[in-house]
């Protein structure tokens, strides 16, 4: 591992000033604009330098005027925990394969920023990080890093060989050849849902096609460790087919037996028997492998990432 720098750049939140914040003191507008934080609290702020206007430091009592940009530049927010950590598998002067854990998302997002993968390499190889592919911050696995804009512009044309594992419930039949279509689940509160089906409903909309071939890889107390090649690579694609087929993912809060625990989730509100219920902290899928054709030497580049050892089905214990 690398040893840490400066970070080039940094979350940033941006406003710009409308009529209604015309003339007013600094302070007090970024007081009426985020009311999470008091307008002492914020006159301390910008005297620490974490607020520019126009792109340049000011004082707390400052007039704003129409069209004025505010930055928020943040160096105190608290981020949830996440596992700090990641592995080389693969790595040259074009390219990298990222083992990533089960609890830590790629790129910033919501409360997330220090706490991703992406600072992590940008902190440790600069900020020239370039994702090909990408998971979902409960997958763990591989994920390929570019380091050059024209390196990741040839991957992301290329079609690349990957391969997941899965820990679903129940006895997995021995090959199942999934081919149908994703689109919005209508039946779900959960915007961002979808459904699998061999056929595709009528009135279903944000239809894609989707084929992934899965074979059961082992079996052990009512679990099975399944094997997922992916064909095309849509969004939710395995979880969402692995549900339709009746053997969700272990751990699946949005594609398990029951989506409320997604929202309970979200609004930090699990309890102790949900949590014993999942089994797991996370979903219990895995990047694989990935194959690739190498976008400088043309030769073909294939890494593998051993299964986790808490998706082994030996490893899990059915509730009651």
């Not at 970070?7 to 985020?34: E, K």
């Not at 060989?161 to 149908?180: I, K, S």
């Not at 339709?244 to 979200?266: C, I, N, T």
């Amino acid at each position: 591992m690398r040893n840490r720098g400066i970070i080039p750049g940094g979350r940033v939140a941006r406003t710009s000033v409308t009529w209604d914040g015309a003339g007013m003191p600094l302070a007090g507008f970024l007081a009426m604009r985020f009311p999470y934080r008091g307008i002492d609290e914020w006159r301390e702020a910008i005297g620490n330098g974490l607020i520019t206007v126009n792109g340049a430091a000011t004082e707390p009592d400052r007039a704003l005027q129409i069209n004025d940009i505010v930055e928020y530049h943040p160096d105190d927010i608290e981020e949830p925990p996440a596992e700090l950590s990641y592995r080389i598998l693969y790595e040259d002067d074009t390219v990298m394969a990222v083992e990533k854990p089960g609890n830590l998302c790629v790129h910033p997002a919501g409360p997330f920023f220090k706490h991703t993968l992406w600072h992590l390499l940008v902190s440790d190889f600069g900020k020239d990080i370039h994702f090909v592919n990408r998971l979902d911050r409960e997958t763990s696995g591989l994920l390929i890093v570019a380091k050059t804009r024209q390196a990741a512009a040839k991957l992301g044309k290329q079609h690349m060989d990957r391969v997941y594992l899965a820990t679903v419930h129940g006895a997995f039949p021995g090959r199942v050849e999934a081919a149908g279509f994703l689109f919005k689940d209508l039946e779900s509160p959960i915007r961002k849902k979808r459904r699998f089906a061999f056929f595709v409903p009528n009135g279903s909309v944000d239809i894609e096609s989707a084929r992934t071939i899965f074979s059961r890889e082992s079996e052990s107390g009512g679990f099975s460790l399944v094997r997922a090649e992916l064909d095309t690579g849509r969004m939710h694609q395995i979880r969402a087919t692995l549900l339709a087929l009746g053997h969700p993912v272990v751990g699946d809060k949005l594609y398990g037996f029951d989506e409320s625990l997604y929202f309970r989730m979200k609004n930090d509100e699990l309890t102790d028997e949900d949590r014993q219920n999942l089994l797991l902290p996370r979903q219990a899928l895995h990047s694989h492998f990935i194959g690739f054709v190498h976008p400088v030497s043309g030769e073909r580049v294939e890494v593998t990432s051993p299964v986790p050892k808490e998706m082994t089905p030996g490893f899990l214990v059915p509730r009651n």
